[in-house]
Structure formats: structure tokens, C-alpha cells
């Protein structure tokens, strides 16, 4: 890198960052790995821009690589290309809601670019393409809305895939997906009602609705550092369809319960929320199950917390038959993606047929640890029938022991609605 004269916290370090981030997910990365290494050494101020440029980049991405393709000819460098993936995502925005000027963009992409002694002769070049898209940003925006990929900003085949499982709510659904999700609390309603949850926060200047019986969606996002009674245990941060699992679950005291896929252990917390029961939190994944201790020691509560395969239970089931199971197994999730929008760039669609084994696969483990006259809640952060209702249907044929309990199925996210996409089958053993 050149010596530069601008600071580290300007538009231009910031928008060199998001490329990088952009040029890793474009890679295969998830965005949140990313971008955590993008912002490793990045000055404290200038960490929130670069997360809300990826995030826009990423959300952009089909439409701003539509303009792209229109407005170079040349094959670009690729860190260039991904510096004017950034600015165009920030001058798609509606005027009446950009985070910066025009002028500003165009200025500090070219910045951006001479940042980087191989891509300081792109100079010109940016400030040309930015200029031109502001010149023609009518014209170029209806052409690429005739592509859906440009238009929906989903690659062809999740368009598809939601238009055919969802024939009438499918450009809601692309359209809420694209959407940033609302902040939401779950309150800890043993330690404090909803009520008192909502003026605690009220008389901290954070205004919220109530959406379910322990959720409270907050007006703006704010850092979990100036929730009042966050790390006390009094709040948790969850999405208001995710809060559905624990309540159907229906664990009652002293029950024994096994929460399968449970890291970072959110659903763990909200169980120990609502009985005194005795739990195992069980996840495949080393890294991710630390974050169960760090969520469950934050809420005062402790469990028996284990590694392993839930579709394997051999190597850490003791024997002793689960009351009640919550099964909420790795899926697409396709109905969360407002809260990360690199999924749909980073799946492919024989994930789907993989996730589907899976999921039986792990289902099959399961059943045999449940007692009889228990229960498996099937939980999916997905809106694709393979991996839900068919799902359901397919355990209720293969396993004849298994009775359907009712349950909310599938809840589909809608623009600016409370919460994400999520589907909950429940099933009793006979
Ligand atoms: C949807 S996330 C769980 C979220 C969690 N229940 C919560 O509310 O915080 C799915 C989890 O399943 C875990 N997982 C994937 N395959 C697994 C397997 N075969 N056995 C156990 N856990 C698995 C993943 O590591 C991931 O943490």
C-alpha cells in the first residue's frame, strides 16, 4: 500500500475493507468470517462502516454486477472490481436514505483504488464508471431490472426455487429477505415481565413493541453494550419466530431434555428460561460450543454441554431416554436471510438434497433417544418444503411410533414483518 494522507477511518480504507470482505464471500466465505478478518486490524471508529458496506455489498451483489458488466468493457483488476462493486451498492440506495453523498462516494472510491499501488492506475477508470452510472442511474437501473438476478438480487435458481414452493408469496418473500431484520429481545421472564422489560428500556431512551409473549422488537439496532440488564441475564437477543421453539418444546420441571443442534445456544437459554429442567446441549461443532457456555453462563444457568453427532448417538447418549427433544437441525436457511445475505451466493442447490439427508439422517439418530410418550420438536431456519413440510411428512411415514402434534408448520417472513422464515413440526412417541 502507498503511504496515504487520508485516515484510517475514511470512506476509502473503509470501502478497501468491504471489497476485500466482498472478494472472500465472492470466494466461498461466510460473511461473517470475512469480514471479522477484514476489520482484524481496521482503527475501532471505522469497523462499523466496513460491516455496513459489506452487508450492502452482499445484498447488491446481483445488481451491481448487472451495472458492472454494462458499464466496463475491460476486464477489471479484481480488487477494482469489488471497490466499484462497494460504491455502486452505495449509490443504488434511495437518495433520501444514503449514508453518504454522491460526490463523496465517487471521491472516495478513487481514493480507495489509489490506496493500492497495483490498482492506482484504475484511477480514472472508477471515477469514470461512477460517474457515468449517476449521469444514466435511470436508464441503467430499468435495464437491469428486465434480469432477475439484477432485479431480486438472488442468483436464478433461489428465484425459482421460491417461486415454485410459494407461487403467491414469493416476491414478498424476496423482497422481506432483502430487507435488514429488525432488532429483537427475548425477555427473560422469569427474572422480569414483558411489561417491565419494555419501560427498563423505555427510560434508556430504546423504544420497543411487544411481538410475542417474551419478545419485544426494538424501533432502532442498538449495541448489546447499552442494553440495561443485558448481561445480567434479563435480555437475550433472538428473533421473534425463533422464540416460538422453546414454548413447544413444553418442557415441564425436572424433565430431561436434550437440545441436539444446540450451539450458540440460544433455544438452550430460553428452555432453562421457562423449567427447571435438566439439560444437555449437545453440538458437532467445537468452535461454535463455547458460545453455548458464554450465552449460558451470561443467564445464569449451567448444563450438561457435549460434542458430538446428533445422528450418531452412540458416542454420547448414556442410555437414558429423553422427555422432550428439540431438533433444530442445520438447514439452508433460506429463512433467515435478511440477517445474511451471503447465503444465497454461497449455497448451491444440491446443498438442498444434502441438508435433506442430513437432516433424516440426524432425525433417525434422534428417535431412538426419545422415551415414549415424549416429544422432538423438528425446528428449520428455512421457507424450502424439502427441508420442512415433506421433511415432516417423510418422518411421520418412516417412523410409525411417531404421532404429528400440531404445530405452527411453516412461518413465512414478510417485508418489514416481525420476524424471520421458520418451520416447527412436532411429534409425540406413541
Ligand atoms: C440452526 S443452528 C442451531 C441454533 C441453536 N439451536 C440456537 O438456537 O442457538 C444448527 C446447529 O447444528 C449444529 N450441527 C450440525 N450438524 C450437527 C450434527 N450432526 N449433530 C449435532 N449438531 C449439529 C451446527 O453446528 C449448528 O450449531
Known sequence: MFQSVLPTESLAHSLQRAAQVLEAVQNGAGLPMALAQAILKAPNGSRGATQDLAYRAVRHLGSSRALLNILVKPILQRRVRDILLCALALLQEPREHAAYSDFTVVNQA????????????????????????LR??????????????????????????????WPKQWMSL???????????????????????AKKMLAEEGILSHVVGPAALRLAFAVPVNRL??????????????????????????????????????????????????????????????????????????????????????????????????????????????????????????????????????????????????????????????????AQAQWFENAHPDAVRLSAPGQLLMTPDGDHDGFFYARFQKR
Open 136 to 165: 444514466e442511474r435511470h436508464a441503467l437501473l430499468s435495464q437491469i431490472a428486465l434480469q432477475p438476478e439484477a432485479r431480486w438480487n438472488y442468483p436464478q435458481w433461489w428465484i425459482d426455487a421460491v417461486q415454485a414452493a
Open 110 to 133: 478513487v481514493e480507495a483504488v489509489a490506496l493500492g499501488v497495483k490498482t492506482f492506475g484504475a484511477k480514472g477508470l472508477v471515477n469514470a464508471v461512477l460517474r457515468r452510472f
Open 228 to 389: 440495561p440488564g443485558f448481561y445480567e441475564g434479563l435480555l437475550s437477543v433472538q428473533d421473534a419466530g425463533a422464540q416460538h421453539a422453546a414454548a413447544l418444546v413444553g418442557a415441564k420441571d425436572r424433565m430431561r431434555v436434550l437440545d441436539a443442534c444446540a450451539a450458540p445456544g440460544g433455544k438452550s437459554g430460553h428452555l432453562l428460561e421457562l423449567a427447571d429442567i435438566e439439560l444437555l446441549a449437545l453440538d458437532r461443532d467445537l468452535i461454535r460450543v463455547n458460545r453455548i457456555y458464554e450465552n449460558l453462563e451470561r443467564l445464569g444457568f449451567s448444563a450438561n454441554v457435549k460434542i458430538g453427532d446428533a445422528g450418531d448417538p452412540k458416542k454420547w447418549w448414556d442410555g437414558q431416554p429423553f422427555d422432550r427433544i428439540l431438533a433444530d437441525v442445520p438447514c439452508s436457511a433460506a429463512g433467515v436471510v435478511r440477517r445474511h445475505p451471503d447465503i444465497r451466493w454461497l449455497r448451491r442447490p444440491s446443498d438442498i438434497d444434502s441438508l435433506v439427508k442430513e437432516q433424516r439422517r440426524i432425525l433417525n439418530g434422534l428417535w431412538c433417544t426419545l422415551a415414549r410418550g415424549g416429544q422432538l420438536l423438528y425446528v428449520t431456519c428455512s421457507i424450502f418444503p424439502a427441508e420442512n413440510e
Open 174 to 196: 424476496l423482497t422481506a429477505g432483502n430487507q435488514r431484520g429488525p432488532m429483537t429481545l427475548r425477555v427473560n421472564t422469569r427474572k422480569l415481565c414483558i411489561d417491565a
